[in-house]
């Protein structure tokens, strides 16, 4: 199977490429924007590839003529979404489309990730068929893709995911669960918000999901989250528990305090059942997770 995914330089970009080089079944395009960070280079090829770009999306799956496409490329700073709507409608829907379309041309399976942020958290956890209401331009942004690609003539997966961590090389952004970890072995006073609950996903269980859905030829909706729903000052908590740090300096404070930019839903989390039941999708524990990450990190 030749599969091709866009935003390889990115945390599941980079998941995606490691898992997917050491498969004998599969031949790897890996492509980004720009030139490539990871080190490791054998076992796939590599392509500088703007998805904002209609020609050169259209021109490099023509020609490589992948299986499937994973796409992963996505602005995914909620803030700038709200400054840069343009730009954010560019990558988050736009070049979808190119995707969609170009899949489509050679009948290739285009698997996209979306967000929880497409719905406005009043009534986590949420099933597939749930009734999105985005509070964000990121999120609408989501939604949008999501919904081309449901009237579009390509054969397409989404996958639903929320709050990505895990250990990458030279990324250009960083995540909360490795941000929380750095923290607190500084010691210092931390203020955590306790009115959002999330279900942190491992970004090796992310690329999983995606790996499965290919693999399956499974297409639809289907969330791939964690399994742990928690606050997020409970996710903090738990992270000092686990590697055995104290939680005296933790004061929890409240979304509106922030002042953001872009609203976030207070209450999200996905119910599981149908990418674990169709899928057999199996997400670590959040302490799993953790017990990983540290492994990585220790090497
Ligand atoms: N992270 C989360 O908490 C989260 C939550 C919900 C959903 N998601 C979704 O999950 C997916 C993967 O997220 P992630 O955390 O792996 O994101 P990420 O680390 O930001 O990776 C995205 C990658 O896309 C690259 N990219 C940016 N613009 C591009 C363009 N025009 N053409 C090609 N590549 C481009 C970025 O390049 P640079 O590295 O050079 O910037 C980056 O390497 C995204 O669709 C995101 O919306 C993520």
Redesign the pocket.
Known sequence: MKILI??S?????QKLLHKLRKDYFVELIAT???SNRVTETSNYTYFD????NNDAVDELIESEKPQVVVN???M?NVDLCEYEKKNCGA?NVD?VRYLADACAKIDAHLIQ?S??FIFDGKDGPYKEKDKPNPLSNYGLS?LKSEQLLQTHSVKWTILR????FGVGEK???G?IVLWAKGALEKGGPLNIIDDQFRAPTLAEDLADICILVAKKKAYGIFNASGKDIMSIYEMVERIAKHYGNAIDNLNKISTASLNQKALRPPKTGFILDKSINKLGYNPHSFEECLTIIDQQLKK
Do not use: E, R
């Open positions: 866009t935003g330089n990115g945390l599941l970009g980004s924007k720009g590839l703007d998805i904002t992963t490329a996505a995914t990558l070049a990730i967000t929880d989501k995911t929320m709050i990505v990324l250009s952004k995540n």
